[in-house]
Each structure stands twice: as C-alpha cells, then as structure tokens.
C-alpha cells in the first residue's frame, strides 16, 4: 500500500510542479516579448528598460529550467516500501510527533523527496509535506529511524512510522 501511496504523492506534487511551470513559462514568455518591443527600446544612454525586462525573462526562464529539472527528477525517483528498521532517506514517507510553540499535540506526515520539497499534498487529515533532504526538517530526519526523537531548533519530534 504505501508504494501506491507515494506514487500518488508523487503525482500530486509533479502536477503541482507543472503547474507551476506553465504560469513561468507563460511569464517568461511575456518578459522576453517586454524585452524586445519596440516601446521599450532606449531613448537615450540612460534608459535601461529593456535590459531590466530582459534580466527579468532570463530570471523566469531559469526558473523554468529549474522546475523542468525537478520533474524530471520526481520521475526518476525510486519508490519502494521500506524495511522495518532501516533508516529514513529519500523516498520515505515519515510520520512525526511533537509539540507546537504552546506546547499543544502536533503531528506532521512527511515524505522525503529528491525534488519539489516544499508542496503539501492531500486534503484534511492526509496532507502530506514534501521535504528536501537539504531542508532543516529534512536534515534532521535524514538517517533517523522508527522510534528515534529527532530535534528541529526549539520543536522535538519523535518519529512514529516510516513507510
């Protein structure tokens, strides 16, 4: 069950990606049109119009290549069920228990991704967070096993189950 559940997981976060990508690309094409319109050529030594909408494109258009990337890399990710005991790397999906900043119960599913960290997938109770290895949670979970307390500045969080 929880090989199915992460391919979903992983469906909905590169959907998210992609879309996403699509708003960026549409903006980046927008920007190089910008950059190059004839109202936006110098009127004397001066005017940078052109050149700061053509630094805007060139941010977008990286951005896009940055998320191409991510997807690509969502979907080379290896997706098996995890052995008891063994510890937490990409691909695992993580469930965490601590306290909030008042103190109150909290609890946190978490699924280790190779990309597309920061998306949170799923509705009500099921929401899921994708996490970056490189991602401070990410970091402290990296290696962590089923049972362990795992501490993310003033938060400490026991893992409950890793799938």
Do not use: C
Request: hydrophobic share 45%; net charge negative; charged share 30%.
């Amino acid at each position: 069950m929880s090989v199915e559940r992460k391919q979903a997981l992983v469906a909905a976060i590169r959907a998210e990606l992609a879309r996403e990508l699509a708003a960026i690309e549409r903006a980046a094409k927008d920007a190089w049109e910008g950059a190059t319109h004839e109202e936006n050529r110098p009127e004397h030594n001066k005017d940078m119009r052109s050149t700061e909408a053509s630094y805007v494109a060139i941010g977008q258009s990286a951005r896009a290549r940055e998320l191409a990337e991510d997807i690509a890399k969502l979907d080379a990710m290896k997706l098996v069920a995890w052995r008891e005991g063994a510890p937490i790397d990409v691909g695992a999906l993580v469930s965490i228990e601590g306290q909030d900043e008042r103190g109150n119960p909290h609890s946190l599913e978490v699924f280790i991704v190779n990309a597309g960290g920061g998306a949170t997938v799923g509705e009500g109770a099921a929401r899921v967070r994708a996490v970056s290895p490189k991602a401070p949670l990410g970091e402290v979970l990296m290696g962590a096993s089923e049972g362990e307390e795992v501490t993310l500045g003033p938060r400490r969080y026991e893992v409950v189950r890793v799938a």
